[in-house]
């Protein structure tokens, strides 16, 4: 019957054939068999092989064709503007309305996607009279550079309105009713869109009358994304969130799942092991391009409609050359191998004194102040992850944390504000919050001299500050062996410095190891590692992905000297965080230290 048939549309070149073979493993798998389904595949160059490879996956209830579009795009190429990796396929959807007249309604499916859910569940989405039916573009939702340039620029209504193209079921009927083809090619002469390119032109075209589908249709691999796992019905991997070009992509199992049933298994293993480091690094690059291009388009923008004031703009300018001149100064001081030294421009430290400090909080309003901070950081930790101003990706080894019975010293590399931030929520998923206390060891200036909020986390949620006062630090040492002693944590930069977002493990100090030793507790080795998010932040550029390794516990030995321990736990600390920085960067640890041989001491 006519009525069963859900027609859908894929567009490939032949580079993509193994992908596709994957989404058509994976949409067959899970599809029901009330339907019947009509596959056409677009294309301007597939082999004759690949096409015998692709039809094995006709069925009874499935039927492939492959449809040279040659022909037709040779009338509208020169027209057709496309950057990066985009090639014309990617217009191919736009032409359906005029090219299957006997169709009223389609589905169109990128071919780097994999349906776990029965896609004839979203074929009968009820759309109305609207033009098209797909999901809000995650990528949108999570970028205000983006957000700003979907309706600056492309001029829909709200950026939550904004859809992504990929997934997206078209009413035919109504889009010829339209005249969509005719306005698409009109607008192809009078507006350029170099950002996300057809995407952008179906939003302009369609807005109004889109029928917006829940996220669990086009779910994108992005770590803020909502949707629980088990309710995900098709996994987007889009832009160059690829797991066959990269290995840390969410969600990559259900793609290795369906490629490994298809016979292009052993090709996309290849892909996978030829892709290199260059090549990822470009792809890396192209995502920064594309902020860049989409600010760009905003700035273009009248004032009349622009949210971002000059001023604002003036001020994120001068942030960001505030960071380059912070790298600059990083580069400076590697190169002169001093790792020990801050680089960022604070004010001149104030000395704390033993009477200004409470480190066991004897004092009833002391203890008071800390509950109270503590509460307050819980919360701002909160909102620094609903707002992507922290972005945990993943947390590796937290049984290494779970299991910690007595005290323990917790080193980690230091190169960011937020990055004690990262090991209390790695400490809050552990489940040791519920017995164990995590103290953090601080600079003295920034305890002294900081005012406002962050000065009151400093000096009230369970900090030990660092002290030049001699009898200051007497009272440090005395804390730190009850709180060891008495089985709480403490969170110490053996490296002393910060170096914002220096990816490269530093030289340490010894200072952990003996406070290790001397209560005979472990040291418990986290290295964070990061990559580039799609989110620029305030400072003008990209909020960093982390992703926490915490290793197994390094232990003193009783037959040891202090010192003989001291020396030996720095030395398996820093080996395991080069050990973890090699295999996630995939380079060897080198720096750039001129005339002089880097000890780790």
């Not at 109004?208 to 909502?226: Q, S, Y």
């Not at 006062?469 to 730190?480: H, P, Q």
Request: include cysteine; proline fraction near 3%.
């Amino acid at each position: 019957m006519e009525n069963n048939i859900i027609p859908i549309f894929f567009a490939i070149d032949d580079g993509y054939t193994p992908f596709l073979a994957v989404s058509l493993q994976s949409l067959i798998d899970n599809a029901s068999t009330d339907y019947n389904y009509c596959i056409k595949v677009l294309h301007t160059n597939v082999k004759e092989e690949h096409m015998k490879q692709i039809k094995k996956y006709e069925n009874e209830y499935v039927n492939i064709e492959f449809v040279d579009l040659n022909y037709y795009i040779e009338k509208v190429k020169d027209k057709l503007y496309t950057r990066d990796y985009y090639t014309n396929t990617t217009y191919f959807r736009l032409f359906l309305p005029e090219l299957y007249p006997q169709y009223d309604k389609v589905l169109y499916l990128d071919s780097d996607t994999v349906i776990l859910g029965d896609i004839s569940e979203l074929f009968n989405t009820d759309m109305g009279t609207n033009l098209v039916a797909a999901a809000p573009d995650d990528i949108i939702q999570c970028n205000k550079v983006f957000q700003d340039y979907a309706e600056l620029v492309v001029g829909v209504e709200s950026y939550k309105n904004y859809f992504n193209a990929g997934v997206l079921l078209m009413n035919l009927d109504q889009l010829r009713k339209f005249k969509f083809q005719e306005k698409f090619i009109h607008l192809l002469t009078t507006v350029k869109y170099s950002v996300a390119q057809d995407q952008d032109y179906l939003n302009r075209l369609c807005k109004g009358r889109v029928t917006l589908i829940d996220h669990k249709w086009d779910c994108m691999p992005l770590v803020n994304n909502e949707t629980k796992r088990e309710d995900i019905k098709l996994v987007h991997y889009n832009f160059a969130y690829k797991p066959w070009h990269f290995e840390d992509v969410l969600y990559k199992e259900f793609f290795w799942k369906y490629a490994q049933k298809t016979e292009f298994y052993g090709e996309i293993l290849k892909i996978k092991d030829e892709y290199t480091e260059e090549q990822k690094f470009k792809d890396r690059e192209a995502e920064k391009q594309l902020r860049l291009l989409a600010e760009k388009e905003n700035s273009c923008v009248g004032d009349d409609r622009r949210k971002i004031s000059i001023e604002e703009s003036n001020k994120k300018i001068e942030k960001s050359k505030e960071r380059l001149e912070i790298l600059e100064k990083i580069k400076q001081l590697e190169r002169e191998g001093k790792f020990d030294l801050d680089v960022e421009n604070d004010p001149p430290t104030v000395v704390l004194t033993p009477d200004n400090v409470d480190y066991l909080n004897t004092k009833r309003l002391n203890r008071w102040k800390t509950a109270f901070a503590n509460k307050v950081g819980e919360k701002f930790l909160e909102e620094i992850i609903k707002n992507n101003k922290l972005i945990i990706k993943d947390i590796k080894g937290i049984e290494n944390l779970a299991n910690i019975e007595n005290g323990a010293v917790i080193t980690c590399n230091h190169f960011n504000p937020f990055d004690s931030f990262a090991i209390e929520k790695a400490f809050k998923d552990s489940g040791l919050y519920k017995e164990k206390k995590l103290y953090k060891v601080i600079r003295e200036g920034n305890y002294t001299n900081f005012s406002g909020f962050y000065g009151f986390l400093f000096r009230n949620a369970d900090t030990l500050p660092l002290s030049s006062n001699r009898k200051t630090m007497v009272e440090f040492m005395k804390a730190v062996d009850v709180i060891l002693q008495r089985g709480d944590c403490i969170l110490i930069y053996p490296e002393q410095s910060m170096w914002w977002n220096y990816t490269k493990p530093k030289p340490l100090k010894i200072g952990a190891f003996k406070f290790a030793k001397r209560n005979n507790v472990p040291v418990i080795p986290i290295f964070i590692t990061m990559r580039d998010s799609q989110i620029i932040g305030d400072d003008g550029f990209p909020v960093q992905e982390y992703y926490i390794n915490i290793e197994k516990p390094i232990y003193p030995d009783k037959n040891l000297t202090e010192k003989e321990n001291a020396e030996i736990m720095k030395e398996k600390n820093f080996e395991v965080w080069k050990n973890i920085y090699e295999d996630f960067y995939k380079i060897p640890l080198e720096y750039t230290t001129v005339k002089r041989q880097i000890v780790n001491k």
